[in-house]
């Protein structure tokens, strides 16, 4: 069954979680007993309806707070489709939350409450969106039964948004504009009445009926050796298979290929999954794959198509999110995991920060903090093969590891 990652950006008290629990409650996707606690719990806090945001605010500062701080998961099927919703942060200090959730996700859902309309978290969530490459963005314009199912209303937001969609970079982008009350239901999962006015889907059939070439960003295919399968039996003596995931196309049995770093080519001669073979492996699929020549191939490097090459280089320049309280600055040297790879990386120059609400850029600073966004040079101690992250989502993007803690400290999208 198709998997679908969807990403929801909103700000304080826009729903968003209250939208996700309508659509597990709608869907029927919710436990008894998880249903139970939430209505003991709204009865408890003196509501006359379900407080449906409970279903998804698992920790306890977010239930006493009211808001969103880390990113959850939250699983759903329908007959159609499996659903992964990242419940992502809307405050401006978690805008790595936001990052983190966004940066796996095909769709994303940007809701606005019908009374506040356009405000400038709104903009620093669309910008996320564009900068991360999501192809399907729908605008949910939330709580419609506090202005009364207005037209109108719902139209001067739409407006305000479109000349925000102007500003943005990536223009191959779908955007949807759905009026929707998240508390009562409307035009949710179920159509609703109260809004006669519009003719469009219900969120949940908005998604229902997307297709995987209107969410997956194509490109050509790139194949990361995950793992050298070597077994250790009579039977498959000779037997020498490379694991791992196709990013951005497809491969075939024929094809000519070339492995990286070693520029070395050769032919794929079989395709597994298990016990099976395949003519093709698509696009996303976990394959071994052997080649017609015995050649030299171990984790971290890649085969592509003979005339696909990607850029192999020492140095490039890219977009920093930047997730840690230690400062990113010039000189400073990080672990830049690029897929399975991981090598030693310098920074070389901070270009300019990245004001995530449209309204410029900083081009005097030369430190990053927690939360900033920047265009940031690197120098590596050995080349990687990359592909721009606007030209390949997979392959034109990082993570950068602290050498002493070993922590994640930032994302990066290579220019």
């Known amino acids: 069954m198709e998997v679908l990652k969807i990403a929801t950006a909103g700000s304080v008290d826009d729903g968003k979680s209250t939208l996700i629990g309508r659509i597990l409650y709608d869907t029927k996707s919710l436990t008894t007993d998880k249903l139970e606690a939430i209505k003991n719990t709204s009865k408890k ?26 990113v959850a998961h939250i699983y759903f099927s329908t007959s159609t489709k499996s659903y992964i919703i ?104 179920h159509r609703s009445e109260r809004t006669p006015w519009y003719t469009g889907t219900t969120l949940l059939e908005h998604f229902e009926t997307l297709d995987r070439s209107d969410v997956y960003n194509t490109g050509t295919p790139r194949f990361p050796v995950q793992y050298v399968i070597r077994p250790k039996t009579d039977a498959h003596h000779d037997f020498r298979g490379f694991a791992g995931k196709v990013y951005g196309g497809q ?42 020549d015995e050649i030299n191939l171990s984790r971290g490097d890649m085969l592509v198509k003979v005339n696909d090459l990607p850029t192999i280089e020492k140095q490039f320049t890219a977009t920093i999110s930047w997730m840690d309280s230690q400062t990113l600055s010039a000189g400073k040297k990080y672990i830049l995991q690029h897929g399975v790879n991981k090598v030693l990386a310098k920074v070389d120059a901070v270009h ?64």
């Not at 492995?259 to 699929?285: C, G, M, N, V």
């Not at 920047?374 to 990687?384: M, Q, T, W």
């Open 45 to 70: 806090n003196g509501y006359d309806y379900l407080d449906f945001s409970l279903a998804t605010d698992g920790l306890v500062a977010e239930r006493e707070q009211g808001i969103t701080i880390d």
């Open 86 to 189: 990242a419940d992502t942060p809307g405050h401006v200090e978690y805008t790595r939350n936001m990052v983190t959730g966004a940066s796996t996700s095909q769709a994303a859902v940007i809701l606005i409450d019908a009374r506040k309309g356009v405000i400038e978290q709104t903009n620093r969530h669309f910008f996320i969106n564009n900068l991360l490459r999501i192809k399907d963005v729908v605008v949910a314009i939330n709580k419609m039964d506090l202005v009364d199912y207005s037209e109108a209303r719902y139209n001067e937001i739409k407006a305000d948004f479109e000349k925000l969609m102007a500003k943005r970079e990536y223009q191959d982008q779908k955007i949807t504009f759905i009026p929707v009350s998240a508390l009562k239901g409307d035009n949710v999962v």
């Open 251 to 292: 491969l075939s049995v024929g094809d000519e290929v070339v492995a990286l770093p070693s520029q070395t080519k050769s032919r794929i001669k079989e395709i597994y999954f298990h016990d099976k073979k395949y003519q093709t492996a698509a696009r996303r699929s976990s394959v071994t794959i052997t080649l017609e």
């Open 352 to 415: 300019h920060r990245i004001a995530p609400d449209y309204s410029g850029v900083d081009a005097k600073s030369d430190t990053l903090g927690m939360n900033d966004i920047a265009e940031v040079s690197f120098k590596l101690n050995r080349p990687i093969y990359f592909d721009s992250f606007k030209e390949h989502r997979t392959n034109g993007s990082f993570i950068l590891i602290d050498t002493q803690s070993n922590s994640t400290v930032g994302a990066g999208f290579i220019s």
